[in-house]
């Protein structure tokens, strides 16, 4: 299983971003995929997670701003991100559980108020 997770960056407050995550290594379409994020000093969590059939779970702190999506020809889940907050300010990692959990490597989000 590999997770490869781009599209970070710095961007000031009421931005938006898109965050990729290119998947291989296992049948991607028949699995759930999510983002999790992990800011400094806190534990990690979960952002929002997309079932095989599209069905979409979030955070209440991220609810209304951002959506996860999917594209199963591309292997690859989507995480766009509107009206970005400093505290959205985190390592951003990419999901899936397979019998175990699996992270990606992560991609830093900052945001400047």
């Known amino acids: 299983v590999q997770l490869q997770a781009s599209g970070g960056g710095l961007v000031q407050a009421g931005g938006s971003l898109r965050l990729s995550c290119a998947a291989s290594g296992f049948n991607f379409r028949i699995n759930t995929m999510g983002w999790y994020r992990q800011a400094p000093g806190k534990q990690r969590e979960l952002v929002a997670t997309?079932?095989?059939?599209?069905?979409?779970n979030y955070a209440d702190s991220v609810e209304g701003r951002f959506t996860i999506s999917r594209d199963n020809a591309k292997n690859t889940v989507y995480l766009q991100m509107n009206s970005l907050k400093p505290e959205d300010t985190a390592v951003y990692y990419c999901w899936l559980y397979l019998y175990r959990n699996y992270w990606g490597q992560g991609t830093q989000v900052t945001v400047s108020s």
């Open positions: 997309i079932s095989s059939g599209g069905a979409t």
